[in-house]
């Protein structure tokens, strides 16, 4: 005859304010700053907890700017060894102790590594990117959340949390650590940054090249502000064509990669933006790095919906933004090319807009 065992539950923890979380989002960088606010929040209110961010080891730099007692993780890099290398991760996870992950970059991989986690001590919630339900005028005076409290809700999820969390996030903010040696561009005057670049995965989001080379020849005539052309890697062959257009000058400072200059850290990109008087661009990472960095900063929308994606930062008087007209009824629509039957709506944005607009700043004292 079979001896009968008894079933023997094991007792929950006490409750307690005590979190562990874990939070993954691999990436891009006006992402990891939209995030930043619900880490922050969750820090705020909790200010006992532990917080791991797994992402990408280039982010790094950013999470410390985020709140240097972060502890970030490497994502596992593609490789054969990748789904071995999930399950390590996982159990490194186990044994810190972690109470709570906030899947913020659902894929495939980041669910496997989510479920492997998910018990009943573990709490995981994913976060769900809220998409246009339509596209252009319709939806202009529609209410949508923005990346931020789209994040946030991920946060709230957690029934643990839900309770210990304000109804809607702190604004995101970046600090540049003290310990951090000095990088970047120093300016020897009051300097504007621009960006013309968006990277290669949205190019409609760009406005025209021969847009910027008349306001950068405006910024200089109608304003005693050096100007700072910044770019990337992938913009290495796109601002060398805005310098053929544009007519030298001293006051015009050229960031971009070449066979001289290898661009710019992330450490160096961060302290070049805070040094910065204005800083103007489409929707791009560093725009909203300097958002949440306090400084001045305007965009220029079209495609992207600026009530989803536009910066936010600690003092929303400084942050401007600049839309196609009105008349025009295709923006936004989150597409990645514009139609050839429809002409770019970041083209209708007129230079005697954004510059109208960034005097007026200037005259603020932003």
Known sequence: MLETIPFVTQNPPPP??????AVIRLGALGDLVHLAASVQTLRRVVPESSLIWLTRSGFFPL??????TIEPWRWPEKSFALYGQLLTCSNRLKASGVTHVINAHP????RCLTASLAARFVKTATYRKEKLSSRGESVRNQSRRHAVENFYAAFKQLPSLR???PEKPD???LNIPAYWPQEGLEFERPSVILLPGVGQKRPNRAWPISSWSTLIQSLLQETSYDVCVLGGAEESLLLPCLQETTPASHRIWWAIPNALFSGLSLQGLLQTLHRARLVIGADTGPLHVAAALGVPTLGLYGPTDVRRTGPRGAHPEIIQAVTPPACLNCWPCERSVCPDSEPSCMSQIQVSQVLDLAKKMFQAGC
């Open 171 to 173: 604004a995101p903010q």
């Open 163 to 165: 309770g210990l969390l």
């Open 63 to 68: 999470i410390s700017a985020i709140d240097d």
């Open 16 to 21: 307690s304010a005590q979190v562990t979380a």
């Open 107 to 110: 894929s495939f991989k980041t």
